[in-house]
């Protein structure tokens, strides 16, 4: 569906009482129900394919995308984090991080506050997964629906990472923009999905679009630390009542799909999509599954809304 057929706002900054400014978009009509979109670790809101944000609008959402702190146009924060620090913390031994997962979900909440939204069902990816389930557990009245796609719970048992993506992860990245396009496409290709392949082209242009945004190793690191400190929610979930769809592919590097399984084990109720050879991507090829499903999972919220 070609992005033009929906409402396309300017990029935005909103100056946050969390004490950020948060860079934002928006897809569709406001008056439709708010969707918050919230991406994974070091991603900026242009890894949201503006198709996919276009195809989850013509679903009467009002589509929010947005940078995180410490990624593309939002504010970069302090604290210095050394590989020693990444270290430690992928031990367990982190103390006094940065900022935390709490942090960035406030952050969240903030944006909704300054757009006039209550409420929203909210999406999020990898890192932003984690964001959106902290979301839910900190003001459950406020998120409609939760999805949740190749994420994990905190628990160090399930939803592990490759440990041979870290040295990858810790690189290096700011020192041309041809470096910076090159090793992102190395470091797709292990982690992409291996029956739906991004074609070079295509990621090329989305390592290009994401350096002309203003890459930040730095905040890279600290949301590393942020995400290797996080407790363990798999108790906590178990209190979430609002409909929860958790998303995973089979062949996800990155997050094994343990996590997946975890996570909608823990939620009562919850409808459990894995798709067979899906690495830690959405692929083209799997925006309109994407997209039916978060709908399907919105459309339960609203069902239990007019009981």
């Known amino acids: ?51 996919f944000c276009a195809m989850l609008a013509a679903e009467g959402f009002f589509v929010i995308r947005y940078d995180n702190r410490d990624t593309g146009r939002s504010s970069r924060c302090g604290g210095r984090v050394n590989r020693r620090h990444l270290v430690r913390s992928f031990l367990g031994r982190t103390s006094n991080p940065p900022y935390t997962l709490d942090d960035l979900a406030a952050d969240g909440f903030a944006l909704l506050d300054h757009l006039g939204s209550d409420r929203a069902h909210v999406t999020g990816i990898s890192m932003g997964g984690m964001i959106a389930q902290t979301m839910a557990l ?12 190749m994420s994990s719970t905190g628990r160090r048992t399930v939803g592990w990472q490759d440990p041979r ?7 290096s990245r700011h020192r041309s923009r041809e470096a910076y396009v ?8 292990v982690i992409g999905s291996p029956l739906y392949p991004d074609t070079t082209e295509a990621v090329r242009a989305r390592a290009v679009e994401t350096w002309d945004r203003g890459i930040n190793p730095a905040g890279v690191a600290r949301q590393m ?12 979930l ?16 990155m997050v094994h799909v343990s996590g997946g ?10 409808e459990l999509l894995l798709v067979p050879g899906m690495g830690h991507d959405v692929p083209v090829k799997l925006h309109r599954t994407f997209v039916e499903a978060i709908a399907r999972n919105a459309a339960r919220a609203r069902r239990s809304a007019d009981r």
Request: charged letters at 15%; a neutral charge; aromatic letters at 4%.
């Open 1 to 51: 569906m070609p992005r033009t057929t929906v409402p396309v706002s300017d990029e935005h900054v909103a100056p946050l009482p969390t004490g950020v400014d948060i860079c934002y978009q928006t897809f569709g009509d406001p008056a439709g129900q708010p969707l918050l979109l919230v991406m994974g670790l070091g991603g900026p809101m242009t890894w949201w394919d503006p198709d």
């Open 138 to 149: 900190a003001a459950p009245d406020r998120v409609l629906s939760l999805t949740s796609i």
């Open 165 to 171: 993506l870290l040295p990858m992860l810790v690189a």
């Open 182 to 189: 090159e090793q992102s496409a190395r470091l797709w290709k």
């Open 225 to 236: 630390v942020a995400v290797l400190s996080q407790p363990d929610r798999s108790q906590a």
């Open 238 to 253: 178990r209190s979430l009542r609002m409909p929860t769809l958790v998303i995973h592919g089979t062949h996800d590097k």
């Open 261 to 270: 399984r975890a996570t909608s084990r823990a939620v009562p109720g919850s």
